[in-house]
């Protein structure tokens, strides 16, 4: 997998930072540990640990004094402003949504109002969940306006942690909306408002893409408690194969751990010619295995994931993916959260967007 870790180490420590600002940790004018006690911290490089403070004085949050160190630096306006929160245990785990709240950030501050980052580490999902619910608490005390709350998953508890995180706010009343995945699994919903992606519609066009490049069966491969947006991408995958009249069974649809080269040598002994895993992550790690297997891509089999995040197009196989329409996904969130605000009454609402296909070498495709 040809991705640059530097890149997912000052993230964990940038959002790591961010969520102790906003969690109250580190108050207004404090001084933030130095460089070097932020580096045994979090053992990584200095280069690491400036750019995360780096970006985090763009923020706004740090203001940066040579010599003298690093200081928490939150306007005093910001008390007359209204306030929202985000709740994404993933954020620093995953790219997809930093841009998604990135263009959150900006639609707010057009509204006058200030978005707070908030994020677990890279810890175990357990302590994720912890950490959500903590910064739950956080902003129940200082009185947002409303939380952007993407539940939690990888986690055999996940029901439980984001039900009693749903409880947290509704006993506060505050206003919440859903990113990219509902709390129940699908075809089920809930009564909150959801912005995403036609996750069906998505794992449809995928499947439908892989059965024309000239895949005779496609299998789907996911991870142990996945978001119920996969069992959406499943079923368009599974409408797709109906509808080429490809006998589906649902021992095609895998379930474990693309790093394990038995589970993935397992694949190799079923017959597919194709196939589509429930994110890029997972495709990633997929593909890097079937390399250790002496397993070819797209040559032995064919590989597809959803997101298009930055180092698909250069793993050893630039990856076929299904882009997610990020900006537009931050822009209709904040649209969501303020109609909210203003009509606590009107029914929720669940907002889809379309996905791009994207046709990379993985697939098999004639470039």
Known sequence: MATDTREVKHAVVREKIRSEIQGGTYRHGDRLPTETELCQRFHVSRPTVGRALSELQREGLVERIAGSGTYVQLPETSKDLGLLGLVIP??????????ICGQMAEAAGKQGLTLLWGASGRGPSQQNGEEAKHLCHSYIEQDVKGVFFA???????????????????????????????????????????????NNYRAGYLLTQHLLRCGAQRVDFVMRSFSAPTVERRIAGYREALLQADIPYSPSWVHCGDPDDAGFVSALCNMDATGMICANDAT??????????????????????GF?????????????????????????????????????????????????????????????
Do not use: W
Not at 286 to 296: A, E, M, R, S, Y
């Open 283 to 304: 495709a990633a790690s997929l593909i890097t295995t079937l390399d250790t297997l002496g397993k070819t891509v797209p040559e032995d089999v064919r590989v597809a």
């Open 90 to 99: 993933s954020l620093g785990e995953t790219e997809i949504f930093e841009p």
């Open 151 to 197: 539940p939690l998953e990888f986690d055999p508890n996940q029901e439980r942690v984001n039900l009693d995180i749903v409880q947290l706010l509704n006993d506060a009343h505050i206003p919440m909306v859903l990113l990219d995945r509902d709390l129940h699994p699908f075809p089920y919903r809930s009564g909150y408002d959801l912005v995403g992606v």
């Open 307 to 367: 997101d298009d995040v930055k180092y698909a197009k250069h793993l050893r196989s630039p990856l076929t993916t299904m882009r997610q329409p990020c900006r537009a996904l931050g822009e209709i969130a904040m649209e969501t959260m303020l109609n909210r605000i203003s009509n606590p009454d009107v029914a929720p609402r669940h907002i889809q967007l379309e996905c791009e296909l994207i046709v990379r070498a993985s697939c098999g495709a004639t470039l």
